[in-house]
């Protein structure tokens, strides 16, 4: 063979390997390339999360400052006063944008009165979430789905064995709930009905985690402390709640709290005593005005809150960092209230 075709082929296997090689260092270069570049975006968004979280945080207590000046000047909570006005999109620097908005959440159905601090299912309170499902078009099965999910196992009866015998099994959480979406955890709930009920129900730590509440009244006889005693679960802000709330807190019907409801947006009521006057004045007595009187539960109805979700939102254009907080306003002498809890939306 020729020298010259073998130094050619030599050469020729050599430029190979040098591609190859090279082929190789390029590809590594790549991996560590787009390995720190994700890296330092992961940095990066884990840093802007934290800074939005910062913003959310500095939202929340200017929402707490709201609630606290609103009560030092009011004996009332009623959606016309400050901390009901949703803060609008301010841009705070550069593409960072903050909102935000204080919900009452006793303008709501309080789900952990369904059971009472033995674990009992309330029938009194069962009896008014039944009534609310029904006005809101969902099944009232599910009220004693929910309540008994929630009752001390040893007050649970035939349900436990339904959660244990599905696939996969499970059992009832046999205590109060902690966060509303806990009830997608409920046999027969989906999240259709779920987002149906959310604007008419909440979950107030009130007597089970041990917060009182100076409008918590639970309208008990005096022995309160015996297990077969119940009341009437956590008073409904009449100034706040939604017609069906307060009609099914009052065993009322549904077209007298919508006049309730017209009445507020006019004048709100400054006092319980308002309340009953105008029920009275459209045919609603409390149940100790006569035996002849139609028998109503008014107890349950107030014109104060105690507990509100603030809901913080920072945009910087191209993702948002949502927080909300559950607090307690303890009385109106302006102090800000308690956060019970605080967590990602």
């Given at each position: ?102 919900i009452d959440e006793q303008g709501k159905f309080n789900l952990n009165d369904l059971v009472n601090r033995y674990g009992q299912v309330n029938p009194n309170v069962l009896k008014q979430f039944t009534s ?138 400054a006092s319980q005593s308002e309340v009953v006057t105008f029920l009275g004045k459209n045919g609603i007595m409390n149940e100790k005005d006569g035996p002849n009187a139609n028998k109503y539960n008014l ?47």
């Amino acid at each position: 063979m020729d020298i010259r075709q073998v130094n050619k082929k030599q050469t020729g296997a050599a430029l190979i390997t040098v591609m190859i090689v090279v082929f190789i260092m390029m590809a590594i270069i790549a991996h560590l390339t787009v390995t720190n570049f994700r890296t330092i975006k992961r940095l990066g968004n884990r840093q802007l999360v934290e800074q939005a979280s910062t913003i959310a945080f500095s939202a929340i207590d200017f929402g707490r400052a709201g609630l606290g000046t609103s009560a030092s000047t009011s004996q009332v909570d009623t959606l016309k006063d400050i901390w009901a006005q949703p803060i609008p999109k301010v841009k705070l620097f550069d593409d960072v944008y903050m909102s935000g908005s204080v919900i009452d959440e006793q303008g709501k159905f309080n789900l952990n009165d369904l059971v009472n601090r033995y674990g009992q299912v309330n029938p009194n309170v069962l009896k008014q979430f039944t009534s609310l499902l029904t006005y809101i078009n969902l099944s009232p099965d599910l009220a004693t789905a929910i309540a008994y999910y929630m009752a001390a196992p040893q007050y649970q009866g035939s349900i436990s064995t339904q959660y244990s015998m599905s696939n996969p099994p499970s059992r009832p959480a046999g205590r109060p709930l902690v966060d509303i979406t806990e009830l997608m955890l409920v046999k027969g709930m989906d999240a259709t009905t779920l987002q149906r009920m959310l604007k008419y129900v909440t979950v107030i730590p009130v007597n089970n985690f041990g917060f009182a509440s100076e409008s918590s009244v639970e309208s008990q006889t005096q022995n309160s402390d015996t297990v077969s005693n119940f009341g009437n679960g956590l008073q409904v802000n009449v100034n706040t709640a939604m017609p069906e709330v307060i009609a099914a807190k009052a065993g009322m019907p549904v077209n007298v709290a919508q006049r309730m409801i017209s009445e507020r947006q006019a004048k709100s009521f400054a006092s319980q005593s308002e309340v009953v006057t105008f029920l009275g004045k459209n045919g609603i007595m409390n149940e100790k005005d006569g035996p002849n009187a139609n028998k109503y539960n008014l107890s349950g109805l107030g014109v104060t809150s105690n507990y509100f979700t603030i809901h913080a939102v920072v945009d910087d254009q191209q993702d948002q960092v949502k927080w909300v907080a559950l607090v307690y306003r303890q009385n109106r002498s302006g102090q800000w209230p308690q956060i019970l809890w605080r967590h990602p939306e």
